[in-house]
């Protein structure tokens, strides 16, 4: 059973940096899409960054594109998220997913009911 945790989340001042990391165990990636979202009171999970496996195409919403850069290491099995240029708004609990199908469009990549396995999330706050 594929299983997501994420770590690295944490508070930061306006304009600091962080990254998020979150390891995948029970399955190793050859192909697949995984992705980061972050909840919002009023959306829901909105999506933030995404990367297919094999391929290595990476997706991002308007609102990080620039800012936040998604990676992957097939020898860790591990995805990361840098998080730069942070803004209060950017503070959320942000979740880690993952999916078996690679789903190389943007459709694929930016929609959580596109994806089968989250983590339990871990918080960023972000302060003036």
């Known amino acids: 059973q594929l299983q997501l945790v994420e770590s690295g989340g944490g508070v930061a001042q306006a304009g600091a940096s962080l990254t998020l990391s979150c390891s995948a165990s029970g399955h190793t990636f050859s192909s697949g899409r995984m992705g980061w979202f972050r909840q919002d009171p009023e959306r829901g999970r909105v999506f933030v960054a995404a990367v297919t496996w094999s391929s290595g195409t990476t997706y991002y919403s308007d609102s990080v594109k620039g800012r936040f850069t998604i990676s992957r290491d097939y020898g860790k099995n591990t995805m990361y998220l840098r998080l730069a240029s942070l803004k209060p708004e950017d503070s959320a609990v942000y979740y880690c997913?993952?999916?078996?199908?690679?789903?190389?469009?943007?459709?694929?990549?930016?929609?959580?009911?596109?994806?089968?396995?989250w983590g339990q999330g871990t918080q960023v706050a972000v302060s003036e």
């Open positions: 997913a993952a999916d078996l199908y690679e789903g190389d469009n943007s459709y694929y990549a930016s929609n959580p009911a596109q994806y089968d396995y």
